[in-house]
């Protein structure tokens, strides 16, 4: 838990992070800065969810956050906003029967950590919630782990981390070699504990110690609800240290050892057999009665469909393969008509030139940029005119006719429309 003074560090609230990779994330406040003022304005947030065959898989990465900003985004980071919005669909959702945490974060603020937990250990009444680490559960990101039924880890893992800290800078000193004066001018003892060039004394250390071991209460708490633990076993591990994958099964902390792809096959043939109780089918149960695709599915499968094509194969229930293959059928149908109509084009457009070869005399066949002045005593407008009552002869209405004339004879239009401005 840590609270840095620099301005330009966003990071100035409680913490529940592994210190070394806290560390890491303040060094690398300056290429991140750097990469920001590269980066498209604006913050793309989504939702980190993906469900296949009954499991909804939710992805817990990077150092934690209240809110998305354009610091996680650079860095991969999930919000708690993003996480809790993916497990309350989860948890609504009648085709997911289990939720998936996969983790691989070294914590993060405190600010919005409880209301994920609480939303995870509300889960675990209607869905079967498991989580896994993969590469690191440390700190918050175990805050969270614990509210699952059960934990899982990779062998070279690292889980662990319990606790809160809160970094305090005493620049006093340095202000008083300098020569600078920090003037507190506030409405209480404690109202600008910790600024920037203050004297930090005993009692704001007791006040801020306070407030550390509130919050830490409240982490030993929760891994008690989640993990059904006594609180002494739990506090033997929540000194700060973080452990292997084997220390952490040893101590309680997490269920067994495994990967990530024997947890989701657990998972995948739990939610399997739980919807096939409640009658829904699955693609992991029959191989004879594939699922129906959803829209999302047909998208990415049917790249550059509309709408109309993707209602349609809804409607007919169809398959990823059986969209796919319609797809391709589609747009080999449709090549074939607009070359049709690229052939239909060029043909009409031959033979209005054969029959403006035929017309009155006194006006040039359209496309040879010439108007005669002897059919039509050099008017262009009267020439323009005879040639727009050509083309409305052959069917065509008023517009069709002009956009033809103009096609074929932009010279007969330009000096029309100059005849127009001279009037």
Known sequence: MSMPL????????????????????????????????????????????????????????????KRASMYSAIFN??????????????AGDEAVA???LVIDSPGGSVDGLAEVADAIAAARKSKTVWAQVAGMGASAAYYLASQAEKIFAQRMDMVGSIGTRLMLYDFSG???KEGIEAID???????AAGAMGTKITDDHKVYFQSIVDAFFKDFVGA????????EEAILKAADGRI???????????????QPLTQTLGQLVDMAGAKLKTKGRVTMSETNDKPQAAGYEDMKLCCPGADNDFLCGQLAKKATIDQAQSAWMEEQGRRLEQQAEETKTREKELAELKEKQTQSKPGV????????????SEGDPVAAWNEAIAEQTKQGKSRADAVRAVVRANPELHQEYLAACNRG
């Open 223 to 230: 891994i008690v609800r989640g993990r059904n633990m006594t």
């Open 98 to 100: 289990a939720i998936l």
């Open 174 to 176: 340095l202000f008083a």
């Open 77 to 90: 980071a999930s919000s708690y906003r993003a996480i809790q919005e993916a497990i309350d669909l989860a």
């Open 185 to 191: 001018i506030s409405t209480g003892p404690y109202k």
């Open 6 to 65: 620099s301005a330009t560090v966003p990071l100035d609230t409680l913490w529940a992070m592994e210190p070394i990779a806290f560390d890491r994330m303040i060094v690398a406040q300056r290429e991140a800065s750097l990469a920001q003022m590269r980066a498209p304005t604006g913050v793309q947030s989504s939702i980190p969810i993906e469900v296949s065959q009954g499991v909804a898989v939710v992805d817990v990465l990077g150092p934690l956050s």
């Open 364 to 375: 040039d066949a359209l496309g040879t940029g010439n108007v005669s002045a002897s059919g």
């Open 243 to 257: 452990f292997t994958a084997a220390d952490a099964k040893q101590m309680g902390l997490i269920d067994g050892i």
